[in-house]
């Protein structure tokens, strides 16, 4: 809850989609983009990214992408808005990205050095302004924009998931390490319409209109007729794929499909996991609602225990922890979340959450139920302790900030109030997530399935170890 | 789940807060009066009734009172803002009403024949300019406020809750029948500062800050010193009370406390009366995340059938079904609400929604659970249909609009495209509702308690049965 | 222009329009409407009076009142806006009203007295419930509103210029004084249709629409058919009227006509009269753009000196005066006033001024002359020095801030930087206001013309004199 | 007038500034560049240029540029706005343009050749990315901006009056042909502090801060400390300078000066030749105010009539003539206008107009005279008919839309209701405009002076005759 609560999330989501002559119409398009790009954020930042003038051309489309930006610094929304259009010699091309370059200073100084002055300091107006340059340009009369992406992905190995409009054609890439997630889905679900439905590429795509991931490198070109992949372009020899960890702990809606399965099943395992690493002495189990509840059922179903409510979020109440004083910051909290009292009074009480970042905001909550008359709060985190800084595309708090860094992490419960505290283990979390993936690789692998294109599995738990899935670039 | 797409909801909601020399301060009562309403509705709307310049004022202040209003209908905002404010001889009163008049019109006309023109068409002003007008004036320099409040209970029986602030009075007045709901809580939680925490009230109060009721006709004077109750004044002779039981149904937070009963309680009962009502053979209960979790619960147990989550809610998205075309209208509600397919893939689910009023928001759900794997859905309606409107104060659609009135109805499984559908009775509605309470009244009873000051317990089924509380006047 | 730059000016100003067959229709209305305000003061402000929802009703409109009014102070724009809409027995009044009642206190409290709550602190307010309360009331079944006018009128002589609508009629009132202007026009044009036009009423109004003005004490009755005089209700025996003499130096524009005379022909004569006053050996005359200029050029023509223009005004500047240092306020003067000074290098110029109130933005304009060669810079002002508060709707600086009874007075040509100054008289200011009327009503005398109903001419010149139309209360 | 009505005007306009120890301080320049911009077109677009992140910026500021930009067209003013800023290799560099380059389109296309992709459609981006294309880059570690300024002025020789600021520097450009003004300022005027107040640049400045012109084709660059002569970018032999005319007839300030003159005094002088162009038997000469003003007193001074008012502006009114129809236009027109009738009342007027662009608002105004009691009304016009559309930076009607290529034209006294309207010729304009420019070079010549490093003069008349400065590139 506290990521949520701090603000923590991916910079920025991506969104396209193409008209067909069944549906979506080019009538529809506009919404369907809005929709998509809404279904992670909200209605309200969307006015930021399409202005009056571009909503007004949107009226009517064939084809077209989005982008969602959290507004995480005080830089200048104007400026880094995306996608980032520009034109060329052949044409305008439109570039939305997911992600955060780990080599974009060296990247802008090349640029710099060709004489292309830069206006912003996005790294989309970088990777626009990189495919645009890209040589040999002077007879490049066929404007081989593959060539060109391939060209972009050699340079820059990680982290994007991008969209690239060019005429009526979208280009779907992802990084060749896969950080940043990317799914294709069809608009109209399986078994209507004879499975004709017309694709789009979202960062996160759910049932029942998931169609396939992107794969890590992977170049999809998707037009109004097919979806067709163009090339995967490798890793280094030897590189694990760095698929972003916290997707599944937290960015992720629980219905998202990544490397073949459901976040929400990945979340149960975590519970699950959790009741073995650190089982507890307790007459129920619960939450704090909402993005914890599917490790909570995994915790009670593991544990044998029963899974009460003891809170009720109230939706219309707002980040409550940002009040002058502490007095009025627990009446907010007694606002956001109501207090189940009847459901767990005089007993003992597990908590579990899906992560403590800073550990200010849960301490107010167990203080609640305590005074409601909880005989003991126990807190279990279905995640591991944050201790490092993410560089590819994800906003934390500096390492000063970061509990696990600092004094009271050693009396952690007694800091934040809690009759016990544990967090689930690194490779608690590794072995929750790759389990099912490894099970089905092996399965594959007896049934001499050819060599996956896709490589060696991993993840990036960069903000958890320290261990970068690149070396990073200064 | 259908309610709030619906946007159906009580008019208001008002809140008051007096200070003390402990907490809350001078200083902290604005934060405390737009935290007790932003509880009810998300600050967005609470600029339509603070405006700028009231703002200012609250910086500083020993005590306030709020008001809510939905912008149900295209009536001016502007000109039915509350809290209503009258200059009268005796200085200023400013007054939050939740509720309805009954006999609005005739009380308009009185005020009128006697030369007092009214400015907007709400009910707060028409209260105030009573409260200003009561006769005999003339020689009334003590300003009797109370005579005055009793002299406006006796013209208009129902429905109000009021909040009358007077200098450094807020009075605290429920209508007789006690048809809205009227809370009175403390800052400070039980257990805190030996429970001298300083009161305050508030449509639902919640636990644990939960202090008591107003009692139905009761004028409760609430001072920095004390909380005091001034009068009750009494319902016809044989009327039972009349709360709306709607609030249980839906309108409040679940964690409210009414008539001794938390709601979340009721609502889990309503689950298990219509498991007993109307049993089904499947293979899981689940629920339309998230007001109908309770008694999807209680169904569950009930039934002995375990609780699974079908749906995630995307909290980001608002009201998905205002979409131009059917398919788009899919989508949203595939936007809105995640699919767990996982988790009931082959099976036969029952799912528990709290209402159906017009019928049209289930089936995209219904639709998207089959689609995703759903062997069989049935639908357990967690309340009786609505069939009349109200005139207390709850905005409904018209008779014509409501499914239950239509010929729809009578096949309504199929009008839904669900396997079966059964609606929770009246009588099993009342029951569940009145179970406990008439449990606690006996044992009362039975301990030789004093005869209620409250009279015969009854609740407003009035939506659900055309019976009102009292004669409606044109 | 120092006035201008001051912001002094009346707080309001009133327009009705009525639709005809002919023109306006009914779709005219609201732009007429519109229009009417706007001259007076931008369409800006008229938001903060037609809030969205009135606009909406004003689309087609038979008739129809407006009112604008000046944010001088902090006092919210909400409560007090206009016109005051208030249902009644007899139907809905609106009120618009331009002015201050001498008696408002006494008044407020009287309606108080009869139960009646004040809901705001405005006059309209006051002027709308007096209406609707006027006894005997309880039989008064034909709600006759000129006899509920009369009694409104005899209880607040001034200062008042009124329109009240109900149901098709608008009632044009001026109180007994003819403190505020108001008048009467056709929006077809004299010589136009046969002289048919419709009328409409205004504070100002000019030609060739002007029709005639509301005499002092008139109640005129407009409807589509025709305007009507009611009645005329006289001043205590002996009081001269009390038209603000100030309409003519400053607030009125130069195509107005009052008591029979153009406004700038006025100013003329002001410039002519100060000419005669206060002569001045120079090689030219000016103006400061653009309220001084009808009097520039009366003064250059009697003094037989040319008349030049030195400045030139900048029309997109705002307040200049308002600057954090001296410099930056001498920047500002020179961006909004362009310095012509090929047309005065080495001359000695006379400058008319409209008024000189605080004395400070008259002295970067000297400094810039003198700069940019100007040999001498003489002041003249077209108005006496303003020494006492209004209290009939104007707003003006304190007393103490006028820099007539500040110390600097006494060697103002000093402390303003220029080589003389020299104000008009009140007797100069009072004989050119008054000539061209007295020499009217001499005429109208000689030639045996019945007795004016409207009494004694005077002016209300209690800014420059102290001496109030009518006693002041408390 | 009309001119103002139709919005016809620069595109843009520069100015920029820079701090001394001495005035202005760093904490005035963002003040300075607000007031600066704001003499230009008022605050309110400023916000569209600056926005609220820049702004703060610019709380405290060593030097600045900006630019103002009105919304002419549906271009989104998000992407063209100024100043617009790149990161170079060797620092930022910001470019704020007045102008239009006549040959925009070959050089986008050979920007792009070289890979470098275009964000918006402005000049300014593409001046921008030309100063940091230019090669030999690679090597060029000393960053030459001036041999870059040089190399982008022999690549588009107009038009085009640039800031470019780099570090602690502002160069000021302008075109070698001149077309837009670009002036010097001191914001210590003349005989304060020994004349060392700082510079500042402007489109127009105005005496008495007046310093300098930047010379067509001169690159000068100010510091804090100085203000030098970079170089002088000659035109092709032969071609003389091409200063835009229309600055002289209406976009500059009247107390603007250009080529060594006041706007003023040009105006003045087109009104004199007009008058001896056009005489006509007349009673009084007046102005459509307040641009046609000079124009009108040279006219009465030539021809020996009076200049008489007879049209006062309301300066709170808008563009009126945007009205549904025509008689709620002549009403908003004598909204804008008041007629001073008593001033020509039974007279022969001649109205002295500053252009007629498209012929339908003086007709009104003619028509309001009339009514008002003008025996006769002419018009004399002080600028020949536009006729041909403006490649360099104005935004001109339609050529269809002109009344001067309309059949209308042949009568248009009978058209505009006149009894006779004349325009000035074109040599009359030119000659009024160059008279003493050649009087004043003539006696440099006699004074063996060097021989000017301008060359030839001439100006641009292209929008009167189609004869365009430079070859125009499609």
Redesign the interface.
Known sequence: MELEELGIREECGVFGCIASGV??TEL?VP??IT??L??????GLINHVF?A??LKKLYVSNLGIGHTRYSTS?I?E?QNCQP??????HGK?AVAHNGELTNAVRL??KL????????TSSDS?LI??L?????P??NDDTADWVARIKNLMNETPTSYSLLIMHKDIIYAVRDPYGNRPLCIGR??????MNGKGKPYVYTNI????YYREVLPGEIVKISRYDVQTLDVVPRPEGDPSAFCIFEYVYFA????IFEGQ?V??VRRRCGQQLAIEAPVEADLVSTVP?SA??AA?GYAQKCGLP?V?VL???????R?FI???M??RQ??V??KF??????FKGKRVVIIDDSIVRGNTISPIIK?LR??GAKEVHIRVASPPIRFPCYMGINIPTKEELIANRPEFHDLANYIGADSVVYLSVEGLVSSVQESIKARKENENSLKTQKSRVGKIGHCTACLTGEYPVELEW
Chains 1, 2, 3, 4 share one sequence.
């Not at 495919?131 to 040589?135: M, V």
Request: charged share 20%; with cysteine.
């Open positions: 549906w979506p529809d919404h369907v929709l998509g809404g279904g992670k954020l909200g209605m202005n003038d571009s005080g200048s104007l980032f259009v520009v034109e060329t010699l091309i802008r100084r710099m050095r060709h004489g292309v002055g830069l206006s107006e626009t302004q495919l645009a340059f890209t040589p340009l002077e608009l109209i679900p399986v078994g209507d759910h049932t029942p209109m809606r629980p219905d998202s459901m929400y099943s909402e509840t599917p059922l899974y409510e009720c979020k109230n939706r219309y109440v707002g409550t009040q002058p004083n007095r009025l009446l907010g007694a606002k109501g207090v189940l009292s009847d459901n609640l005074e409601s």
